[in-house]
């Protein structure tokens, strides 16, 4: 059975979702990345989990830079992808990375070549936004490019944590 509950942010309600005392989802109610079928054994209460990430939402919204190794998180997703999220952990507040950044990252861990697009893909199926910070991947001019949540939503978060930096 899965847990949810919601958190009103400054950008709009975000989703919470657990399983097995774990965070699976944290997404905005207007992504479409949640897996359809979890809402079918889903209980609308906020258990443990739900509530540690609501103190980490109200801790991160208030500029006071919390760390994820406060929450138990369970990254769905396929080899790659959690390569590419633990990268993602890693950028700290107010800066970012490039895709070409975290593809050279991985190509020199795995001795292997791949593309920009993959790493996008990887970013683009991220189940825990602003935890795992994917805001702060941008695209190697600078630009702001690909956010499950919008780019209004990206600029924001970039624009949030430069000020409390």
Not at 33 to 39: L, P, Q, S
Not at 103 to 114: F, V
């Amino acid at each position: 059975m899965y847990n949810i509950g919601v958190y009103k942010s400054l950008i709009g309600d975000i989703i919470i979702i657990s399983k097995n005392d774990e965070l699976i989802y944290v997404q905005f109610k207007d992504s479409n990345i949640i897996e359809e079928d979890i809402f079918n054994k889903v209980i609308w209460y906020d258990n443990k989990v739900i509530l540690e990430t609501k103190k980490w939402l109200d801790s991160y919204f208030k500029g006071k830079k919390p760390k994820i190794n406060k929450l138990k998180l369970n990254l769905r997703g396929t080899n790659f992808q959690k390569k590419v999220w633990h990268i993602i952990v890693t950028i700290p507040y107010g800066k970012t990375l490039t895709y070409k950044d975290i593809k050279m990252l991985i190509e020199q861990d795995e001795l292997t070549k791949m593309s920009c697009q993959a790493v996008g893909q990887a970013i683009a199926k991220n189940p825990i936004l602003i935890i795992v910070p994917c805001h702060r991947v941008i695209g190697q001019n600078g630009k702001l490019v690909g956010y499950q949540g919008g780019i209004k939503r990206k600029q924001f978060l970039l624009d949030f944590e430069n000020d409390i930096i």
